[in-house]
């Protein structure tokens, strides 16, 4: 789960630090330096910031998607654990058996043991990739969730530019009064709280 609190991160601050970028430079090109320069003269742009860090540890879709993953992670683990230790059986049988076969029962095993070895070898690269596509299904849906609130937040409240800071980030200094971060979670929430329970994938890669 570390990795994919570092990759969710990441695109957070994609999502947050740059949302505005398209909508503050949208003036018409005859206007370039007329009102908007002159905003920017005044300080009267409306700036705001969000803690990545923290939105991250209390937004509730990414906490719960978060255990989901984590679950599905250990579960396609042991399964894999299971299928690995009952291989490893077969071929200590095999090994302790092998001076009673024939030749031609001897290859016949052996040959069932590669299939095996390499069906399982499928499988660990099989459910690799699942979870890495489910990474970054649940990447794409958090980039869209926070991007769309922050689009209607900023709209709401007169935001042309909204920041975002976390620790070790570019950011060395903002006033407390411009972090929106409560007030961002809380209705991130809310609107979690409203959208039906998330459902993820639970089908078993065949053998």
């Not at 740059?18 to 409306?46: K, P, Q, R, T, V």
Request: glycine share 4%; net charge negative; proline share 1%.
């Amino acid at each position: 789960m570390k990795n994919l609190s570092l990759i969710l991160n990441a695109i957070l601050i994609i999502a947050v630090g740059y949302l505005y970028i398209d909508e503050f430079f949208e003036a018409d090109d005859d206007h370039e330096n007329s009102e908007s320069s002159i905003n920017l003269a005044e300080g009267s742009i409306a700036i705001a910031y969000v803690n990545s860090d923290t939105l991250l540890t209390r937004y509730d879709y990414y906490n719960e998607v978060s255990v989901q993953l984590e679950e599905r992670r250990v579960k396609l683990q042991q399964e894999y654990t299971r299928r690995a230790e009952g291989l490893q059986k077969q071929f200590a049988d095999y090994q302790r058996t092998m001076a009673n076969l024939t030749i031609a029962q001897a290859r016949a095993v052996e040959e069932d043991l590669g299939r095996k070895r390499q069906n399982l070898i499928q499988y660990q690269e099989t459910i690799t990739q699942e979870l890495l596509q489910e990474e970054a299904r649940i990447t794409q849906e958090l980039y869209n969730k926070v991007a769309s609130y922050l689009k209607t937040y900023g709209e709401e409240n007169n935001l042309q530019v909204v920041l975002t800071y976390s620790a070790g980030s570019g950011l060395l200094y903002a006033n407390e009064d411009l972090d929106i971060t409560d007030m961002v979670v809380a209705g991130l929430n809310s609107l979690n709280s409203a959208e039906p329970e998330i459902e993820t994938t639970d089908s078993e890669p065949e053998n």
